[in-house]
């Protein structure tokens, strides 16, 4: 019996800090479905189901990714504890986007309204369509920019870390959400970046990122950006 507990603690727990927030996450009025996403009651499971997986994947728990990536966690957990309710509204318009959030102290103000924090929103015609598969990672995604990782642009070449935690975490997809066996190399491809130990030491060295990684993550990837 305490082995087959002990086998069902290390395949599927997580320490039991992201176990409790996850249980508290639970609780009435934390996770709050709103704004025209009332129809979509189970992207409360998709937000447990791709924070369980997420943080499954930065821990380490299936090939250990290292501390930078832990501490990684361990600041998205500070931020769903810390700023409650977190909100998942839905919108219409964007088009082209599937999803947007913001990190702290970064509010964000798009055409269809303002985005606030800790707030995810969700194109109402993604949800809608096949675009859904893998709604999981996009949430993981989403929350990630809760905890201040941003897609680096011009200015900033460093890594996009958003993108390889999804890809390293969830897999490819292409740009309908799905995935394909050769995805997996990419997905594999993404880790293997992650554990250079190098460039993420105990702190992130971005000129050792630019030399060894000069082409930008969507280059390396060829995945369909979900924003
Ligand atoms: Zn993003």
Redesign the pocket.
């Known amino acids: 019996m305490l082995f087959l507990w002990l086998w069902t603690a290390l395949a599927w727990g997580l320490p039991s800090p992201f176990e409790a927030t996850l249980k508290r996450l639970e609780a009435p009025g934390v996770v709050e479905i709103r704004n025209g996403c009332e129809p979509y009651p189970e992207l409360r499971n998709d937000v447990h189901s791709g924070l369980r997986k997420g943080f499954a994947c930065l821990l380490g728990q299936s090939g250990r990714l290292g501390p930078f990536h832990e501490r990684q966690a361990e600041l998205l957990r500070w931020v769903l504890e810390t700023f409650q309710p977190l909100h998942f509204s839905c919108t219409n318009g964007y088009g082209y986007w599937n999803a947007s959030s913001t990190g702290p102290g970064q509010p964000m103000r798009l055409f269809s309204g303002k985005v606030e924090y800790p707030e995810v929103q969700l194109e109402l015609a993604m949800l809608r369509s096949s675009r859904r598969a893998n709604l999981d990672a996009l949430l993981f ?2 929350m990630l ?1 809760w905890a201040g990782l941003v ?1 680096p642009g011009n200015h900033d070449p460093g890594p996009d870390l ?1 993108q390889l935690y999804e890809v390293c975490c969830f897999g490819a997809t292409d740009a309908r959400g799905r995935k394909s066996p050769s995805m997996e190399q990419t997905r594999e491809q993404a880790c293997e970046i992650l554990r250079d130990k190098e460039v993420f030491g105990d702190k992130l060295d971005k000129k050792l990122w630019q030399t060894r990684y000069p082409e930008s993550t969507d280059k390396i990837f060829q995945v369909y950006k979900r ?1």
Request: negative net charge; proline residues 0%; charged residues 15%.
């Open positions: 995604h989403e920019h897609h958003v924003y």
